[in-house]
C-alpha cells in the first residue's frame, strides 16, 4: 500500500528535506554539517526551532551571532541546546564540530528576536507508569517554557525504554475543544539507541485508516490526524523529536475512549514503585 503518514528522511551532508509531507502547517528537515561546513539559508514565512541533536554550531540570524551552541554528542546525551529563528530572518549555521541540527517549522506573523535555549531552561520529567512509562524534555511549550515567545511551535523529546509504549493511551489532537483537546498537527522524528534496532509507530483515525510503521534511524512519523502510539523493541531505546502546530498554543488531547482507563491507572502503579 501507499502509506501516507510515515517516510525515512534522507541523512546526507547539507540540508535534507522531506521527500513528501501530509501536513498543512508543520515541515522538517535535518541538517548535518561536518566540522568547518557551514549552511546558508532563511526562514521565510515560517518560525524554526534549531535543536542540535549532537556536536556544536555557531549561528547567525539576522544581525544577530549565538557562537559554538550545542554541547551533547548525541541526542541520547543529555538535554538539548535550540536557536528560536523567527520569520523574516537570514540564516547562516556554521560547524564547529561534526553537528546534526533538526530544523521543524510552522508558518508564523511574530515579531521577535531570536534567541538561544539552553539546557538549564529545559525541564524534564516522566509521564505514564509501568511498561507506558517514559522521560521526556519539553524544549519550547506554553507550560514549562511560558516567558519564551513562538507563534505555533511546540517542540519536545521524548525517550521510550526498551519493550516499553509511549503515547500511551493513544491520543489525537483533532478539534479544539479546550480544555479537553486542541486542534494541532504531530510529527516525531525518530532515533534509536543501540544501532541496528527499532519500534513500531502505530497511527489511525476515526474514519478507519491504520498505519503500522517499523520505526528505525531517521524515519519520520507525520500526523495531520489520527491517534498515535509508539513501542520500542525490547532492549533497545527510541527518541523522537516531537513537535506541534495549530491555531493557537494550547495543548490538549483526546485519549481514545476505549484504551483511556489504561491512563487512569498510572497513580495506583506510581504508588507501587512501577
Known amino acids: 500500500?501507499?502509506?501516507?503518514?510515515?517516510?525515512?528522511?534522507?541523512?546526507?551532508?547539507?540540508?535534507?528535506?522531506?521527500?513528501?509531507?501530509?501536513?498543512r502547517l508543520l515541515d522538517f528537515s535535518l541538517l548535518r554539517l561536518p566540522a568547518g561546513g557551514s549552511w546558508t539559508g532563511e526562514s521565510g514565512g515560517r518560525e524554526i526551532l534549531a535543536v542540535i541533536l549532537g556536536g556544536t554550531a555557531s549561528f547567525t540570524i539576522a544581525e544577530h551571532r549565538f557562537p559554538d551552541v550545542g554541547?551533547?554528542?548525541?541526542?541520547?546525551?543529555?538535554?538539548?541546546?535550540?536557536?528560536?529563528?523567527?520569520?523574516?530572518?537570514d540564516i547562516t549555521v556554521e560547524a564547529v564540530t561534526d553537528v546534526e541540527v533538526a530544523l521543524p517549522s510552522a508558518p508564523s506573523d511574530l515579531t521577535t528576536a531570536p534567541y538561544v535555549i539552553a539546557p538549564d531552561?529545559?525541564?524534564?520529567?516522566?509521564?505514564?507508569?509501568a511498561n507506558f512509562g517514559r522521560t521526556y524534555h519539553q524544549i519550547l511549550t506554553e507550560i514549562s517554557q511560558p516567558d519564551l515567545p513562538a507563534g505555533r511551535l511546540i517542540v519536545g523529546e521524548t525517550y521510550t525504554p526498551s519493550g516499553n509504549w509511549s503515547t500511551y493511551p493513544p491520543h489525537r489532537h483533532k478539534v479544539d475543544n479546550l480544555p479537553a483537546e486542541a486542534a494541532h498537527e504531530e510529527m516525531y522524528y525518530y532515533r534509536v539507541n543501540p544501532a541496528g534496532g527499532f519500534g513500531i509507530?502505530?497511527?489511525?483515525?476515526?474514519?478507519g485508516y491504520e498505519e503500522n510503521a517499523t520505526i528505525r534511524e531517521h524515519v519520520m512519523q507525520m500526523m495531520p490526524e489520527g491517534y498515535h502510539t509508539v513501542v520500542s523493541a525490547p532492549g533497545y531505546t527510541t527518541y523522537f523529536l516531537w513537535f506541534l502546530a495549530g491555531t493557537q498554543r494550547t495543548q490538549g488531547a483526546r485519549e481514545d475512549t476505549d484504551l483511556a482507563w489504561v491512563g487512569r491507572t498510572v497513580p495506583t502503579l506510581r504508588s507501587m514503585g512501577l
Not at 5 to 18: I, Q
Not at 121 to 128: A, F, L, M, Y
Open 71 to 89: 554541547r551533547r554528542p548525541d541526542v541520547f546525551s543529555g538535554k538539548p541546546h535550540s536557536v528560536y529563528i523567527p520569520a523574516g530572518a
Open 1 to 23: 500500500m501507499d502509506y501516507r503518514y510515515h517516510c525515512t528522511l534522507p541523512a546526507d551532508d547539507g540540508r535534507n528535506t522531506l521527500p513528501f509531507n501530509p501536513c
Open 201 to 207: 509507530s502505530r497511527v489511525y483515525t476515526d474514519e
Open 121 to 129: 531552561q529545559v525541564t524534564g520529567g516522566r509521564w505514564g507508569a
